[in-house]
């Protein structure tokens, strides 16, 4: 193994990729960008020019949209008459033409691949035409060296990337074939990765739908007799639990060692505290602090949007000497059978509770919460076998999203590993 290891590296400064499709052997040739293609940007468009409806006219925000798979949103307009033009006077990319972002976002890239209409923004896009090598693999190739790209912008407080210096970079090409034959792959790859985004949005959009109408009474479940389960009792908060505070009397260094603590972002990023993301404090054994117990609920109590505003998540572990960040409160059911955990973490999160929560908010700047407000909600709740039918059916919509969202992250790690080996 160390063999081939130290001959891959000595393949590598030989211009030879690491990892090679068995049927092409020899050297990758080094070449400038300026002399495989062409480089220019468009016609200046100004305001004026600007209609409500018409050709969208794409900048780098719309090209950084397109790239991530995003349809472009806020789209500019310029008129019919104005694209005819400016397509007649200095043209406009075609079929297999690339785009780079060079203002903002550096080296978003691009290639065109169908003919729709659009025009775009001097000086934040580049484009290239004329292209003499496979653009599907330049268009690899260019984002593959985003870091090379950025080295050559100009600018002190807003970077910029400029065509001539983008015309000296140096790339290393196989032949036509062997860039075909890499190019196919990747799309092929890139595709796997789009379907299986594409499957996790419709689960996600799925458990939207199917939670707003739990929650509404619109879907319920049965017993295990076909029986229809009691109506839900509506409660205040108060009367089903209490809150706590999270730590107090800590500063900077009181943090990065010690016991646990459940962080800000635990909360606000998932429904179920990730006990492999704790921050840690260090609590002496005399202090009065709160501890977090298996099923209490979590809530943000501050936020620099009303919308973020009272994010919850649960705990679902049994961690010892666990602690609350301050910028948080908890609150523990007085049952565990009234409130069950794993329901509490989707109707916290619904759209009916969140709407009831965000209209605590208070604040311009930053915004807050009462708890003495919260604690006055009412909420409606199922009976206890309702709640695990419940909590039980979601659960199983989430595994699905997050196996799904593994499968995303494997591929994408694949692919980022076959990017460093096979290319030079």
């Excluded at 679902?316 to 000497?321: A, T």
């Amino acid at each position: 193994m160390e063999k081939l290891q130290t001959k891959n590296r000595v393949e590598r400064r030989r211009n030879i990729p690491l990892v090679r499709f068995p049927e092409f052997e020899g050297k990758w040739e080094e070449k400038k960008l300026g002399d495989i293609c062409y480089l220019t940007s468009s016609k200046r468009v100004y305001l004026s020019d600007y209609v409500k409806e018409g050709i969208p006219f794409y900048r780098g925000k719309e090209i950084t949209e397109l790239k991530n798979g995003k349809q472009p949103t806020n789209i500019l307009y310029i008129s019919a008459e104005r694209y005819k033009e400016y397509k007649s006077k200095y043209g406009i990319p075609k079929i297999n033409d690339i785009l780079i972002t060079a203002v903002g976002t550096l080296g978003n890239v691009l290639k065109i691949r169908n003919d729709n209409k659009f025009y775009f923004k001097d000086g934040n896009l580049i484009w290239l035409k004329n292209i003499e090598e496979n653009p599907d693999f330049l268009e690899v190739l260019i984002q593959l060296n985003t870091n090379a790209l950025i080295r050559t912008s100009i600018g002190s407080t807003q970077k910029a990337l400029t065509m001539v210096e983008l015309r000296k970079l140096k790339f290393y090409f196989p032949t036509l074939p062997e860039q075909t034959c890499i190019a196919n792959f990747f799309t092929v790859l890139d595709n796997k990765i789009n379907q299986l985004k594409e499957k996790k949005a419709l689960l996600e959009e799925y458990k939207k739908g199917v939670m707003q109408k739990i929650f509404s009474q619109e879907l319920r479940f049965r017993d295990e007799n076909g029986k229809d389960f009691p109506e839900w009792e509506e409660k205040k908060l108060g009367e089903i639990g209490e809150t706590y505070n999270g730590l107090t009397g800590k500063t900077k260094e009181n943090f990065g060692k010690g016991k646990p603590y459940i962080q800000y972002k635990q909360i606000f990023e998932n429904s179920i505290i990730d006990i492999s993301k704790f921050g840690l404090v260090d609590v002496n054994e005399n202090e009065k602090q709160n501890k977090a117990l298996y099923g209490d609920l979590f809530f943000t109590i501050s936020s620099e949007t009303p919308n973020e505003i009272g994010f919850s998540s649960v705990i679902l572990e049994n961690i010892q000497n666990l602690y609350l960040n301050s910028f948080c409160f908890g609150f523990r059911p007085n049952s565990l059978k009234e409130l069950n955990p794993k329901f509490a973490q989707f109707l916290f999160r619904s759209e009916i509770a969140r709407k009831k929560i965000v209209k605590l908010s208070q604040g311009s700047t930053r915004y807050n919460m009462s708890k003495v407000q919260f604690m006055k909600i009412k909420i409606k709740l199922p009976c206890s076998e309702e709640q695990t039918k419940i909590a039980n059916f979601l659960s199983a919509i989430d595994n699905k999203i997050t196996k799904v969202d593994n499968q995303i992250e494997q591929t994408e790690q694949w692919k980022k590993g076959l990017l460093q080996q096979m290319f030079v």
